[in-house]
Nanobody, 115 residues
């Protein structure tokens, strides 16, 4: 059984920073894809950033230059450093793991950016 536990969300003023963490536990194989997605009220869930086990990254255009995704394979943990946050970044952020063809989601963590 694979579980994802997120942490690091909160309330921050525009221009501020937050760092999200997602720790995966269970039967985690070395080759996998991890990523962060977000869902704002009334909107569809969207990709924010992804990273392969080899370290290749991909970002949504809206966060390029402001967010950085990284991972610690030894700890099966993925991070999202979010800088220069904007009110439009307000959403529930979800961690996602793609492993051996199966998708796993975290419970989500709220990020609120005040103007």
């Amino acid at each position: 059984q694979v579980q994802l536990v997120e942490s690091g969300g909160g309330l921050v003023q525009a221009g501020g920073s937050l760092r999200l963490s997602c720790a995966a536990s269970g039967s985690i194989f070395s080759i996998n894809f991890m990523g962060w997605y977000r869902q704002a009220p009334g909107k569809q869930r969207e990709m924010v950033a992804t990273i392969t086990s080899g370290g290749s990254t991909n970002y949504a255009d809206s966060v390029k230059g402001r967010f950085t995704i990284s991972r610690d394979n030894g700890k099966n943990t993925v991070y999202l450093q979010m800088n220069n946050l904007k009110p439009e970044d307000t959403a529930v952020y979800y961690c996602r793991l793609l492993l051996a063809g199966a998708l796993y989601w975290g419970q989500g963590t709220q990020v609120t950016v005040s103007s």
